[in-house]
Each structure stands twice: as structure tokens, then as C-alpha cells.
């Protein structure tokens, strides 16, 4: 079967097992990703990272057979997650509880999605900076709802999208601008406005200076198909890359960390046995510094030419703060 054309049909699987030999999830299960009976109770244990995908002869798209399970579940449920051990979660991200929009009202807006302003505030606060002084770019601060619709909840993470595109086309804005790929991957096709990775628009603006050292770069779930957020990485390095693909999540995939915390640690291991890593997910940064690791940056700060280190330990009340944050870029007199 041509791979450009996937399938979420279980029936397809004809049990090579190449799907469990490359995914720990299912290789620590022993089954298939065509095994629907048998990854009915283990659904909320999948990274979806899609390497069952990746290596599958006949297209088969487990990432969206997972999901499938997981929606169907809820629908049985009333809409609600049955999984235990996820509502503080969906929680804080169903109606974002730290959403601010106070300074969105600007051609092109900054969204650094959850988890960068959590761990790099400082970061944050620098590059907000320099897009406003280099080009007026406002800021707001949302959930893109990738997380609510990775559990399942559909209709919920629909209305999120929904609500952000409303929030956008009130406030005239016509480009947003995504520090998050995660953020960027699920946003991009949802919105009516324009959506672009901050490194086009640093390469826009002239800020950032070049990389000269060859790094080791972990490329974070929803790249690692097509690495169109790599490609816009790359004038910013002297050398080419080398890409990490023997780890395929850093543990916080598809919420399943807290369901199979020894492979989580065991994928961060994997990515790090070769020395330091780059990526460009600070929801990846984060989870390696998480887990011990602490020889793990994030690109965009080398670009900017922060030293940073992600505060894991105050990244939740650094997340809270955005919600405060008003009058110009943070605390500024607006122009």
C-alpha cells in the first residue's frame, strides 16, 4: 500500500508484528495495533506518537485507531472521560483557566501555547519583547485544545478551536504566530486566520543569530512525519542536524505518561544515551528536565540567545501568571 494513504481500519492488519517490535507500548503489551479487542482497556495508555504508523506495510494509521477507541468511549460515557486520573486536567484546559486576550487586539499576535510560558517565563518575556518592538506583535495566552481532544473529547475540543477563531476574527487579528508545534500542528487547518511557527517570522523580523554547532535534535511527535517545523529551523543552523529516532516520545504523548511512567523514563533514557539533545518543544524539554536529564535545550532559546534552564518546579504558577498579565506586552504602556 502506497504510505501517503492511511488507513484506520483495524481489519487491514495482517499481524507482522512490526508495529509491537517498534512501539514500547505495544511491545510491553505483546500485541498489534489491529488487536481492537485487546487495546480497547489499554487506550489511554498509547503516546500516540505514530510510530505504529511509520512502520506499518499496510497504512495503517494506529495513532487514529487509538483516538477512535478513546472517542467512542466517551460518547458511551455522556461525554465525559471514564478513564480515572485525568480531571484536573480537563479541568484547566476545557475552558483554558489561564486564558488572556487583553493583548490580542494586533495584526499579528504571539501565542506560545501552555507549556513555554511554563517553563522559559523569562524567554517568554524576551521574545514577546522583541516581536513588539521589531513589528507591534500582541500576545495572548490559550490552550489549543490538542490535549482535550487527545482524550477523546471531540465535540469539546471542537469548540475550543471554535472559540479561539472567534476570539481572533473579533479582534481583527490576521496572523498568529506559534512557539508550540504541537499548538501549530492541530491549530493550523482550524482557524480561519493565518498560522505560522515563530522561526518564519524570526527570519522575517532578522532576529536570531545562527547556530554554528551541529546538534542532536529530538524532533517532537507531531513532526516527525513530515519535519516541515525542522525545515524552518534549519536556516538558523551552520550544520545539519542529526535527528534522534531511536526514542519515538519523551513521555508526554497522547497523556499517557502518568499510565506508563516506566517507559516514559525509558524513552527520555534512550533519547539522551547519545549526550545532549535539542528540541523545539518545551513540553519535550520540560518533560526530559522532569525526568533527570538536564542536558536537554530547547532551539528556540539558542536562536534567541537565552541560557534559561526550564523551571519545573514553579511551571505551574508561571502558567497561572499569564492570566494576570495586562496593559501592553506584559505590564508595558501600550504604543
Not at 512490526?18 to 514500547?24: D, E, S, T, W, Y
Not at 524567554?123 to 495566552?141: P, Q, Y
Amino acid at each position: 500500500m502506497n504510505q501517503n494513504k492511511k488507513t484506520a481500519d483495524p481489519s487491514a492488519c495482517v499481524h507482522c508484528h512490526l508495529c509491537q517490535k517498534n512501539c514500547a507500548f505495544l511491545g510491553k503489551y505483546g500485541i498489534d495495533i489491529g488487536d481492537v479487542c485487546k487495546l480497547e482497556p489499554l487506550a489511554y495508555h498509547c503516546f500516540l506518537c505514530g510510530t505504529c504508523s511509520q512502520v506499518c506495510p499496510k497504512g495503517i494509521d494506529g495513532r487514529e485507531i487509538i483516538l477512535n477507541i478513546r472517542r467512542r468511549q466517551v460518547r458511551e460515557n455522556k461525554g465525559r472521560v471514564k478513564e480515572k486520573g485525568y480531571s484536573m486536567l480537563i479541568k484547566e484546559k476545557k475552558e483554558y483557566l489561564f486564558q488572556n486576550y487583553r493583548n490580542g487586539r494586533y495584526r499579528s499576535v504571539l501565542f506560545p501555547g501552555c507549556n513555554f510560558p511554563s517553563f522559559y517565563p523569562e524567554t517568554t518575556r524576551m521574545l514577546a519583547d522583541l516581536l513588539w518592538e521589531k513589528d507591534e506583535v500582541g500576545i495572548i495566552f490559550d490552550c489549543c485544545g490538542k490535549p482535550v481532544a487527545e482524550l477523546g473529547m471531540e465535540e469539546d475540543a471542537q469548540k475550543i478551536a471554535e472559540r479561539i477563531d472567534h476570539k481572533l476574527q473579533s479582534m481583527q487579528v490576521e496572523e498568529l504566530i506559534m512557539v508550540c508545534p504541537n499548538c501549530y500542528a492541530y491549530l493550523k487547518d482550524r482557524l480561519s486566520v493565518k498560522v505560522v511557527m515563530i522561526y518564519d517570522k524570526l527570519r522575517e523580523l532578522g532576529i536570531g543569530k545562527e547556530i554554528e554547532e551541529k546538534l542532536r535534535i529530538f524532533p517532537p511527535c507531531p513532526d516527525r512525519g513530515t519535519m516541515e517545523i525542522l525545515d524552518t529551523i534549519r536556516p538558523f543552523l551552520k550544520e545539519e542536524p542529526e535527528t534522534i529516532t531511536e526514542s519515538q516520545c519523551c513521555g508526554l504523548g497522547g497523556c499517557a505518561g502518568q499510565k506508563e511512567s516506566d517507559l516514559a523514563v525509558e524513552m527520555v533514557k534512550t533519547a539522551a544515551a547519545g549526550g545532549s539533545v535539542c528540541t523545539y518543544c518545551a513540553s519535550c524539554s520540560g518533560s526530559f528536565a522532569r525526568k533527570g536529564f538536564d542536558q536537554a535545550d530547547h532551539i528556540l532559546l539558542k536562536i534567541l540567545g537565552s541560557t534559561e534552564k526550564p523551571d519545573t518546579g514553579k511551571s505551574m504558577i508561571n502558567r497561572m501568571k499569564t492570566k494576570y498579565w495586562q496593559g501592553g506586552i506584559y505590564g508595558k504602556e501600550e504604543k
